[in-house]
């Protein structure tokens, strides 16, 4: 049977009518990483260990894992030589819900080492190359889960960002990428990077798989106290159920945006004009700010959170730390220390503040807001050396809303001449994920993303 | 930034940086500094800082309830290479 590019809720289809087994499903992506994986270098560990269930609402489906989300028996490394044998003794919270849904753990995805970087590159177990143009990165931090579900060495992955983690790299690398809501998702389990900012999410073919994942990992967490208690919605059923929306255009997120990416963006408000919803000019404060925001805030809690790595209690010792990571490091407890904390660290989240407040007063206006997700597409492999502080730069459409809080999804729109994808990301209001998912949804059913990703099977098939 | 305080800071945070690594990471994170210098542009005089964003406060765990947080000693003593007695070995610090 042919398996190529079938989506989760198409292979969920197939095992319920008994047309294949699940088995036969995992055995078939086990195939593809070992045929793929050595180019793409997408997989830090497969999990070669079939274990049957058959419990919904995936039915013994694989789903794969960016390396920081901890799994009990498998290792978890964060792509930092630091957790390089770590085994973590027990699983991240979504992973006992996946478990418990009926998912079967395929591998771990490479990352930037601690998810520090926007391009994979960090890692310290090599780049993760861009399965578009192999000389070109997928993005990061998830840039293995994205390179992995683009090429279809599995059938959807579960990443992390922080800010533009997920999105930025499903853009990329031509995937579906929903950032939920800070607090939708529990971050129990999870490496943490930046704590009052880190959110788990799917990374999907499909806007259907991101909801049903969704409704697999969403809500309140007793392990994870800033986990949110309203019980999310069932997503898959909201999303097939037509609505029209008033959507934002902000100007300040299309300057110095590639041209290519913005002309597609204009098609793809055509196309969204052409199924009803409307579009509005608003004004938000100018990223450029997000980006030292993020900068400041993220450091700081990088430098507290690492500091549990001293080697004693589990793992190696700070010396196995890379450069990137000292460098977060340092710049954190730089700006906490006593004569910077007013400077840096309070002024940062008080013009966090300012940008929660400017969301709030646009989304009285509209109910969504539309923009690039990158400026540029995929970048050459080796680019961000060239600059000290690359993800944040890659990553400026994004942080504005990761800062907040607020959700928003990435979807594919396209490709340049060249043949890289284009992404165009939806952001919602606080905690309105299925108003995201239902115009991305619509989106999908009517360009089914332009084909893209039959376009780039042809060079991976079984 | 003054090469002094980069030891300082290197040396709070417990890591080990060479006089190498600081001429490769001083131009690196002045420039970082410089940019994030922009937020002075704002005026915040007025405004609270936001330290988390989902509005929660005062979470408890409640006593009594199943704790899956909680390991047993066997498992912790997995993750480490050096162990006594039931303890952690550390370097001497004083």
Do not use: W
């Given at each position: 049977m042919n398996l190529l590019n079938k989506t989760l809720i198409e292979l969920i289809k197939l095992i319920k009518t008994k047309e294949i087994s699940s088995k036969e499903i995992f055995e078939y992506f086990i195939k593809r990483i070992k045929k793929y994986n050595k180019n793409l270098n997408s997989f830090i560990t497969i999990n070669e260990n079939f274990i049957a269930n058959n419990r919904e609402?995936?039915?013994?489906?694989?789903?794969?894992?960016?390396d920081n989300i901890c799994t009990?028996?498998?290792?978890?490394?964060?792509?930092?030589?630091?957790?390089?044998?770590?085994?973590?003794?027990?699983?991240a919270t979504i992973v006992e819900k996946i478990l418990n849904s009926g998912g079967i753990i395929l591998g771990k995805n490479n990352m930037d080492a601690w998810a520090h970087g926007s391009s994979t590159e960090t890692s310290d177990f090599g780049p993760t190359k861009n399965p578009w143009d192999k000389t070109r990165s997928p993005g990061g931090s998830s840039g293995g889960c994205t390179a992995a579900v683009a090429s279809y060495l599995c059938p959807a992955a579960i990443g992390t960002e922080t800010a533009g983690s997920i999105r930025q790299p499903a853009s990329w690398s031509g995937t579906v990428g929903m950032k939920p809501t800070y607090g939708r998702?529990?971050?129990?389990?999870?490496?943490?990077?930046?704590?009052?900012?880190?959110?788990?999410?799917?990374?999907?073919?499909?806007?259907?798989?991101?909801?049903?994942?969704l409704n697999i990992i969403g809500g309140i967490d007793k392990y994870d106290a800033t986990s949110i208690s309203p019980t999310p919605s069932n997503y898959l059923l909201e999303i097939n159920n037509k609505k029209t929306f008033n959507i934002g255009i902000p100007e300040e997120y299309f300057e110095n945006v590639d041209k290519e990416i913005i002309k597609n963006i204009e098609k793809a408000i055509q196309v969204l004009k052409s199924l009803g919803h409307k579009f509005t000019k608003i004004k938000l404060l100018h990223p450029k700010y997000a980006i030292s925001v993020y900068t400041i805030i993220q450091r700081a809690e990088v430098s507290s959170n690492l500091?549990?790595?001293?080697?004693?209690?589990?793992?190696?010792?700070?010396?196995?730390?890379?450069k990137e990571a000292k460098k977060r490091i340092m710049l954190g407890t730089y700006a906490l220390s006593q004569g910077y904390y007013d400077k840096y660290y309070k002024k940062a989240q008080t013009v966090r503040s300012l940008i929660i407040s400017d969301f709030n007063k646009v989304f009285k206006k509209v109910d969504l807001i539309l923009a690039p997700t990158t400026p540029t597409t995929a970048f050459k492999l080796g680019e961000f050396e060239k600059y000290p502080f690359f993800g944040e730069l890659m990553d400026i459409l994004n942080e504005p809303s990761s800062i907040a809080g607020l959700p928003s999804i990435s979807i594919p729109i396209g490709l340049t001449k060249s043949n890289l994808p284009i992404g165009m990301q939806i952001i919602g209001n606080y905690l309105n994920e299925e108003s995201i998912l239902n115009c991305a949804n619509f989106f999908q059913k009517e360009t089914n993303f332009f084909d893209i990703k039959k376009t780039l099977l042809k060079q991976y098939p079984d | 930034m003054d090469k002094n305080i980069l030891k300082k800071v290197a040396k709070l945070s417990n890591l080990q940086i060479t006089d190498n690594d600081l001429v490769e990471y001083k131009p690196q994170l002045e420039e970082t500094v410089k940019y994030i210098d922009n937020l002075q542009e704002l005026?915040?005089?007025?405004?609270?800082?936001?330290?988390?964003?989902?509005?929660?406060?005062?979470?408890?765990?409640?006593?009594?309830?199943?704790?899956?947080?909680?390991?047993?000693?066997?498992?912790?003593?997995?993750?480490?290479?050096?162990?006594?007695?039931?303890?952690f070995i550390t370097k001497k610090i004083l």
């Open positions: 609402f995936l039915y013994g489906l694989p789903i794969s894992l960016k009990k028996n498998i290792r978890t490394t964060a792509s930092s030589n630091v957790l390089k044998n770590f085994i973590s003794p027990y699983n998702v529990s971050r129990y389990g999870i490496i943490a990077m930046g704590s009052s900012l880190d959110c788990p999410g799917p990374i999907t073919s499909s806007v259907e798989d991101s909801a049903l994942l500091s549990r790595y001293d080697g004693i209690r589990f793992a190696n010792d700070r010396t196995f730390f890379g | 005026n915040t005089s007025k405004i609270n800082p936001t330290h988390h964003i989902s509005n929660v406060n005062n979470v408890y765990f409640t006593d009594g309830q199943k704790n899956l947080r909680k390991l047993s000693l066997k498992e912790l003593e997995k993750s480490t290479k050096i162990t006594a007695n039931k303890y």
